[in-house]
């Protein structure tokens, strides 16, 4: 998969994610730093929150077709 991270934001606020740049019907997944898995979405809307279990840093990855986009959250 190719990867890539151009338009791509996430912020966490009172320990909510919410994502810009996300492709229209993405699959979203997030990971802890310790690599489990504490979310996943199928099909995300921007803007949508995702609850997280605590606060940590965080891995997002978005799948659209070929492309996989990662980021970093805090």
């Given at each position: 998969?190719?990867e890539?991270?151009?338009?791509?934001?996430?912020?966490?606020?009172?320990?909510?994610?919410?994502?810009?740049?996300?492709?229209?019907?993405?699959?979203?997944?997030?990971?802890?730093?310790?690599?489990?898995?504490?979310?996943?979405?199928?099909?995300?809307?921007?803007?949508a929150?995702?609850?997280?279990?605590?606060?940590?840093?965080?891995?997002?990855?978005?799948?659209?077709?070929?492309?996989?986009?990662?980021?970093?959250v805090?």
């Open positions: 998969a190719k890539t991270d151009q338009n791509l934001k996430g912020a966490i606020v009172n320990g909510r994610l919410t994502l810009s740049g996300v492709p229209a019907h993405s699959r979203v997944v997030v990971y802890g730093i310790d690599g489990q898995q504490v979310a996943a979405v199928n099909d995300y809307a921007n803007q929150a995702i609850a997280l279990p605590r606060r940590g840093i965080y891995i997002v990855a978005v799948f659209k077709d070929a492309q996989k986009q990662v980021i970093k805090m």
